[in-house]
């Protein structure tokens, strides 16, 4: 299959209102083109220096979202186009984006990622890291970032039991912080949950938001 058809295919099966982030990590400019120009304009990279170089080359319209760990020192470098940052997993890294979106006199919309694989390999907040950052008051401070929801990674298993528990946990929990800090912010409203081989699943615990990169680009080779 091409990126063509996949992309065609990908959008046409998911429901309205799940956008689609391609995530291009790894792959060459011209995988992107191809995605372009089957009409896609949300892409996906986790690695700042790749992302740059790939921004500065392709189409202005497209929106670009970071979806990896973030190292605060290179804020700075994606803060003038980036368009959402779905990894934001401390005080700091916050306090850094709203820094750097306001030297650019912009607002940076951002996840929230939260930890809810039972794996120690990846980043995120637990639940309770999470509420004490939301009560900190830190959020009202930061007027160059608007958070609108929460990112999670399921543990990367087959057990679609655990995959579809781990997901629910984070729909629930993204309630609970909407009831509790954001009910009259409409832009709170994102769940970017949801990879190539559990993309479906997190569909149905309601995710608005699906990383796919393998099952549009193919393998990476890194
Ligand atoms: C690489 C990556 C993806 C896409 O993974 P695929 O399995 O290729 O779909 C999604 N989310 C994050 C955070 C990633 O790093």
Redesign the pocket.
């Known amino acids: 299959m091409s990126i063509s058809s996949n992309i065609k295919q990908l959008q046409a099966s998911i429901p309205e209102g799940v956008t689609l982030v391609a995530?291009s990590?790894f792959h060459p400019v011209e995988a992107l083109q191809e995605a372009y120009a089957a009409g896609q304009r949300v892409f996906?990279e986790?690695k700042a220096q790749e992302l740059l170089l790939k921004q500065e080359v392709m189409p202005k319209d497209i929106q670009w979202h970071f979806?990896?760990h973030l190292q605060s020192n290179k804020v700075k470098t994606i803060a003038p186009f980036i368009h959402t940052i779905?990894?934001i997993d401390s005080a700091k890294l916050l306090q850094e984006v709203d820094k750097q979106a306001a030297r650019f006199n912009r607002t940076i919309r951002v996840l929230l990622q939260i930890y809810i694989a039972r794996e120690d390999t990846k980043f995120g907040l637990s639940f309770e890291e999470c509420i004490e950052l939301l009560e900190s008051g830190l959020i009202a401070d930061c007027k160059h970032v608007e958070v609108c929801g929460l990112m999670g990674?399921a543990t990367n298993t087959d057990n679609e039991t655990q995959i579809c528990d781990e997901f629910a946990k984070l729909n629930t929990f993204f309630k609970t912080v909407k009831a509790s800090y954001f009910s009259n912010q409409d832009s709170f409203r994102e769940i970017s949950m949801g990879?190539?081989?559990d993309y479906k699943l997190a569909i149905a615990e309601g995710s608005t938001m699906i990383?796919?990169?393998?099952?549009i680009f193919g393998e990476?080779s890194y």
């Open positions: 995530v990590k996906g986790n979806i990896g779905h990894s990674m990879m190539s081989h990383r796919v990169g393998s099952s990476r």
